[in-house]
Nanobody
Framework: QVQLVESGGGLVQAGGSLRLSCAASGSIFSIVRMGWYRQAPGKQRELVAAITGGGSINYADSVKGRFTIFRDNAKNTVFLQMNSLKPEDTGVYYC???????????????WGQGTQVTVSS
């Protein structure tokens, strides 16, 4: 029903930048919320940043001032600009969309396939 395709991960040195993108396609009536999560080896998945359909944004304390989440509504795409990267930012990054489908008034959550971000010291 809804497919999410992520891109933009990779290997970067500490202090460098990466931009992640996640494009959604399918039977979307409206987007309630878009977010980025990450999971480091041996750790639980954690919220990095999120933006609601109304434009409200929140960030994890660890990325405030370094990461920026933004979106392209026309393309159902969310981005995560990551600057001043640190080794502790290493992990698999997943996008997440909470949407209302065309065929129903219910909300559903979808996950991207994940993209690896590795920050070397």
């Amino acid at each position: 029903q809804v497919q999410l395709v992520e891109s933009g991960g990779g290997l970067v040195q500490a202090g460098g930048s990466l931009r992640l993108s996640c494009a959604a396609s399918g039977s979307i009536f409206s987007i309630v919320r878009m977010g980025w999560y990450r999971q480091a080896p041996g750790k639980q998945r954690e919220l990095v940043a999120a933006i609601t359909g109304g434009g409200s944004i929140n960030y994890a304390d660890s990325v405030k001032g370094r990461f920026t989440i933004f979106r392209d509504n026309a393309k159902n795409t969310v981005f995560l600009q990551m600057n001043s990267l640190k080794p502790e930012d290493t992990g698999v990054y997943y996008c997440n969309f909470l949407v209302v489908l065309i065929t129903t008034s219910l909300q559903y959550t979808y996950w991207g396939q994940g993209t690896q971000v590795t920050v070397s010291s």
